[in-house]
């Protein structure tokens, strides 16, 4: 059972109703400890699917109050081991309305927010990742060499500016959005600037394999770039290894991206226009993708008015995405015909 440890400063006199708010949720254990006169530090240990449900309750009850902080912490094991919850059955079962962090074992719309705000700010070592990683992947691609791709996808860091744009998305939160949106184009345009470059420099012949494989496009590499997305989002809410599925993400993005620039630097404009259909594709599937995880998964904003404003920025988004990969579909059947 995955646990987590929430540390709580509040003022003395609330030590105590702590522990009344909570009485409805598995806790494995509160203790309070004091701080000062004035504060005192209440420690919650949990199950993770509990996190986030609390952390809310603490926010509504505390955020107001001077002084008040509330910290998560990971925990890796606690001693005595909690004992699993046992599975009851369907007479036994209570029949109240199961709430959405429920629905699935993931971590806290709290804790899935840090990890994915920092994986998509703008900054020099993102930059030098991306050039370093389209450096590899061009010269890869010249060479015919499937392995220098493939370490190429393992150090190029796109997945967290758009996993960042589909949980900004679902939140309707506009600033993380446009965090999401500066690095993940600047990662962009930065790399198609480098491959353009070095496709003017050497010789790229439209016969190497590896590179007209990127400028057909069919309905599997839809498929790919879905479960790209959708792979991205669970990384991040389940704690799964995210360097490994940012391996996946990267096979969806940086390969098309590299062979457009190479394409267009090297004036094949015809061939480049099946790369670039290839990464507007992937582009789409994967936000598209992760929009959906993410909202199969329970994740909302906490108070009305946010979650008015996530709704209507949810369905634009999916309707948009979906108008836009349904043309580029017609586009792909339309081109495998002719």
Known sequence: MALRLIEAVLPKQYEHKVQEILKDHKVLGIWQQG???????????????????ILDLLKKHYSHLDGFRVMLLSVEASLPRPDEPEKKTEKEKPKEKPTPQAKVNRKSRQEIYTDINQSSKLSTVYLVMVILSTIVAALGILLNNIFAIIGAMVIAPLLGPNVAL????????IDLAKRALKANLSGIFTALFISIIIGTIFTVSPDIHVLAFRT??????????????SAGALAFTTGISTALVGVMVAVALLPPLVTFGLLLGSGHFQMALGAMLLLLINLICINLAGVTTFLAQGIRPITWWEADRAKKATRDAIIIWGVLLLALIIVILLTQRG
Do not use: C, F, I, W
């Open 35 to 53: 701080l000062s006169e004035e504060k005192v530090l209440v420690r919650v240990l949990l199950p993770t699917v509990e996190t986030e449900a």
């Open 216 to 229: 057909k496009t069919g309905l599997g590499d839809v498929v790919l770039a879905l479960a790209s997305g």
């Open 166 to 173: 589909s949980l900004a998305t679902t939140l309707g939160d």
